[in-house]
């Protein structure tokens, strides 16, 4: 067994890696720090790649060593650790991860549970019940979505004038408090009072991705962003997995019965407001805990394209973009097919295949845990590729979106055609949703690309267009497979198919992976004051007085 350790604050970097490489090679120990290990997996990456690489990789290997990172293209090292202390640009990074984590454990656990609710809470009380429950998930799961988009916007566009930590963080406070109140409502309000309830936690999650975002524009420098930004976004994955897995157990094992579940989420979520209250800030200049190196680190690589106060949203500049077009077409074709998959899988494994996936919950999960997988390997590929000059990061981008589009597509129709193999339709399912963690060093991260000034609005325009794809998606497929047969979901998978392959040409033929113009705050400046002008001279104009001149 190979275990991480903490370098003690007194010892530097290069001398803990020569004493404990020492060691294990001489078997005194099999303990390895966490830099040896980065060295052998990059030695192990590389050892395909053709020799002209070599000084590259050796040029990484000597950074590593010394506490530095590469910039390839100037083919120096720049200094970005912290002489002892955690960088906080990852602290930030894990707790937005168990921020997406506990919004969708909090969203997805009522999906497990509501089997369950039609047990009356209190045993000892005999009374009729009907074996039917009035909540639909579909009416509760409408209403969600259509509140979760309302938010987006105003979430965006706050987080970038005030920073994202409260926005985020009174979001997923609100909504672990209304997790734990839910029995309560149940009781009480019954089927009413739970959609009311999860309307309003649609509301307050629909801040998440964009409050996230900007935050994620102020604590990444472009070189880490495929990492740091897939790591944040995949905790929505990993939530989904642990939700779907932990909820079976509670509600076998728990004497409380449901209510547990949604006490124990509830009771998370509060538990992570509180350390993201005192862990993580807005930007490196109000973090009390940052290293002067870190602090210095961030502004150097970022302080050209990322500004604290920028002006407000250039909205013509932005609706007239054809790279944020691309960007929201890739995010419709990702969430059609996503949330077909998500929402109507285990329907196609019932009806056609006669087999419930939900009564297994480990193969419920591996989609989701191996998409989550997927995502984290592939974005460290996606940004070393960037800083060695390997690929542009707009071909990054379009790579690791080609292959989350095109790779699910086929599989999906694969399947459709191995009839009822269920062991061969399992598999290709899985292939299909693992090969989706490309969409994360993809294109999710594009908007950060685009604009750092303005991510949060940019995610909320492309976030929140592409859920309207998961209110649309369940009406199609209900409506092209009244009778469940095979080839009525043949021709769902087919246009599933085809939503991927055309999304993904507009991606390939319009996105781009440079800052956009209109992110510089003086041109936004400098174009409001040039139509400011123009309207002005318009008006003098028309009354017969002298123009106004710049």
């Known amino acids: 067994m190979i275990c991480l350790y903490l370098r003690p604050f007194g010892s530097t970097k290069s001398e803990i890696s020569q004493q404990s490489l020492s060691r294990y090679l001489y078997g005194e120990s099999t303990i390895l720090s966490a830099d040896i290990i980065i ?14 690489m070599l000084d590259k990789i050796n040029l990484m290997m000597l950074c590593l060593l010394n506490d530095k990172a590469v910039d390839c293209k100037q083919e120096r090292c720049v200094y970005v650790h912290t002489g002892g202390r955690i960088p906080q640009r990852w602290v930030f990074a894990i707790m937005g991860f168990l921020a997406l984590f506990n919004a969708y454990a909090m969203r997805v656990c009522l999906s497990i549970t509501i089997t369950e609710m039609v047990v009356p809470m209190h045993k000892n009380v005999t009374h009729v019940v009907e074996n039917t429950c009035p909540i639909t998930d579909d009416d509760r799961q409408e209403g969600e979505d259509m509140s979760y988009v309302v938010t987006h916007l105003p979430g965006g566009m706050l987080s970038e004038k005030f920073g994202g930590k409260y926005s985020l963080g009174l979001g997923i406070l609100a909504t672990a408090v209304f997790t734990l109140i839910t029995p309560l409502v149940v009781e009480y309000g019954e089927a009413v009072g739970l959609i009311v309830t999860r309307v309003l936690m649609g509301l307050c999650e629909g801040t998440t991705f964009p409050a996230l975002n900007a935050m994620l524009a102020q604590w990444t420098p472009p070189e880490e962003r495929s990492k740091i ?41 509060i538990l992570w407001f509180l350390i993201w209250l005192v862990t993580c800030y807005n930007n490196p200049d109000t973090h009390p805990f940052i290293s002067e190196r870190e602090r210095k680190f961030l502004h150097e690589r970022m302080d050209a394209h990322t500004h604290k106060k920028p002006p407000s949203v250039p909205w013509r500049h932005i609706l007239k973009s054809v790279p944020l077009w691309a960007l929201v077409a890739a995010q419709v074709g990702h969430d059609w097919g996503f949330f077909t998959l998500l929402t109507d899988l285990p329907k196609y494994m019932s009806s056609v295949l006669k087999y419930s996936i939900k009564s297994n919950g480990f193969l419920s999960s591996l989609p989701y845990l191996t998409m989550w997988i997927c995502s984290l390997v592939t974005s460290f590929l996606a940004d070393w590729m960037i800083t060695s000059g390997i690929m542009s990061r707009t071909n990054v981008r379009k790579l690791g979106t080609t292959i989350a589009s095109l790779g699910p597509g086929a599989f999906i129709i694969g399947a459709s055609y191995a009839k009822c193999d269920r062991t061969t339709v399992i598999i290709m399912f899985t292939v299909g949703t693992t090969l989706m963690g490309t969409f994360y060093p993809g294109m999710k991260v594009n908007a950060l690309d685009l604009s750092p000034n303005y991510s949060g609005t940019l995610m909320a325009l492309v976030n929140g267009i592409g859920a309207f794809t ?16 095979l080839s009525q979901w043949r021709l769902v998978f087919w246009i599933v198919f085809i939503v991927f392959v055309v999304t993904n040409l507009i991606f390939i033929l319009c996105a781009s992976g440079e800052v956009e113009y209109w992110n510089d705050p003086e041109f936004v400046r400098r174009d409001r004051e040039e139509r400011r002008l123009k309207i002005a001279n318009k008006k003098a104009e028309k009354n017969d007085k002298p123009k106004i001149s710049p």
Request: one cysteine or more.
């Open 39 to 52: 060295i052998g997996s990059f030695w192990l990456l590389c050892l395909d790649f053709p020799s002209i």
């Open 229 to 269: 930004g897939s790591l944040v976004f995949a905790g929505a994955q990993l939530g989904t997995v642990v939700a779907n897995s932990l909820s079976g157990v509670i509600l076998h094992y728990s004497t409380m019965g449901w209510p547990a579940v949604f006490y124990v989420f509830g009771a998370i979520g």
């Open 470 to 485: 998961g209110i649309l998606t369940p009406y199609i497929v209900s409506e092209l497979t009244p009778d469940q047969t």
